[in-house]
Nanobody
C-alpha cells in the first residue's frame, strides 16, 4: 500500500482544513488508517484512527469534538476534517496504515504517507 497525504496549508486560528490520504492497493478497505502529527522538536503523536469499514473511530483528547476522520473505500481515501483549529495544531500530519483491525496509538504502522504541513496562525 502506498499512501499520499494532501490538503495541508496555512490557516488562521478557528479556521478549518480537510486533509486527504489517498491509497493505492486493492486491499485498502481491510486496513486500519490513522493520522499522526509531529511538531518541531516533539515526538510524533496520535491524532485519529478509523477501522476498515468506518464504523469505529478513535481520537486523541486534544482533537475530540474538533476533528472528524472518515473514509471512502470506493475512492481509497481517508479524510481528516479539522475545525476550530488552534496554533497548537501546527505540525506535519502523516497518514499511516496497517493490515489489522485494531488501533494502536503508538506509531507502529506498516505504511506511511509523506506528510503534509498544517500551520495555524494566531
Amino acid at each position: 500500500v502506498q499512501l499520499q497525504a494532501s490538503g495541508g496549508g496555512l490557516v488562521q486560528a478557528v479556521g478549518s482544513l480537510r486533509l486527504s490520504c489517498a491509497a493505492s492497493g486493492r486491499t485498502f478497505s481491510s486496513y486500519v488508517i490513522v493520522w499522526f502529527r509531529q511538531a518541531p522538536g516533539k515526538e510524533r503523536e496520535f491524532v485519529a484512527a478509523i477501522n476498515w469499514n468506518g464504523r469505529s473511530t478513535n481520537y486523541a483528547d486534544s482533537v475530540k469534538g474538533r476533528f472528524t476522520i472518515s473514509r471512502d473505500n470506493a475512492k481509497n481515501t481517508v479524510y481528516l476534517q479539522m475545525n476550530s483549529l488552534k496554533p497548537e495544531d501546527t505540525a506535519v500530519y502523516y497518514c499511516a496504515a496497517a493490515p489489522r483491525p485494531w488501533v494502536v496509538v503508538t506509531p507502529d504502522y506498516d505504511y506511511w504517507g509523506q506528510g503534509t504541513q498544517v500551520t495555524v496562525s494566531s
